[in-house]
């Protein structure tokens, strides 16, 4: 089982950029799907979750607006499209997958991990 996350790069404030998550050695269809950021020194937040169905999303109050987050089903793909950013969206960006479960804040929930792509915003 494998989550392999791309899309990071360097870009200036107000850019945008579009995070993939591609799902492999497992159908991951009924799972719930979350981004997840980590900035140098600091915790692991909550940025974005969808469920299984994509019918239901969730986001971090900082992204609310800005981000969106959806999936293609027959790709097994996540995505994060991540408009107006600024310095503050800098971090690593990793996608997890919750087996079976619903949409959770909580990166404990999450049963398998991607290992990350960095996302830097010069101001």
């Known amino acids: 089982v494998q989550l392999q996350a791309s899309g990071g790069g360097l870009v200036q404030a107000g850019g945008s950029l579009r995070l993939s998550c591609a799902a492999s050695?497992?159908?991951?269809?009924?799972?719930?799907m979350g981004w997840f950021r980590q900035a140098p020194g600091k915790e692991r937040d909550f940025v974005a979750a969808?469920?299984?169905?994509?019918?239901?999303?969730a986001y971090a109050d900082s992204v609310k607006g800005r981000f969106t987050i959806s999936r293609d089903g027959a790709e097994n793909t996540v995505y994060l499209q991540m408009n107006s950013l600024g310095p503050d969206d800098t971090a690593v960006y990793h996608c997890?997958?919750?087996?079976?479960?619903?949409?959770?804040?909580?990166?404990?929930?999450?049963?398998?991990w991607g290992q990350g792509t960095q996302v830097t915003v010069s101001s």
């Open positions: 050695g497992r159908t991951f269809s009924r799972d719930a």
């Open positions: 997890a997958a919750r087996e079976y479960g619903s949409i959770s804040y909580v990166d404990r929930n999450y049963v398998y």
């Open positions: 969808i469920s299984g169905s994509g019918a239901t999303t």
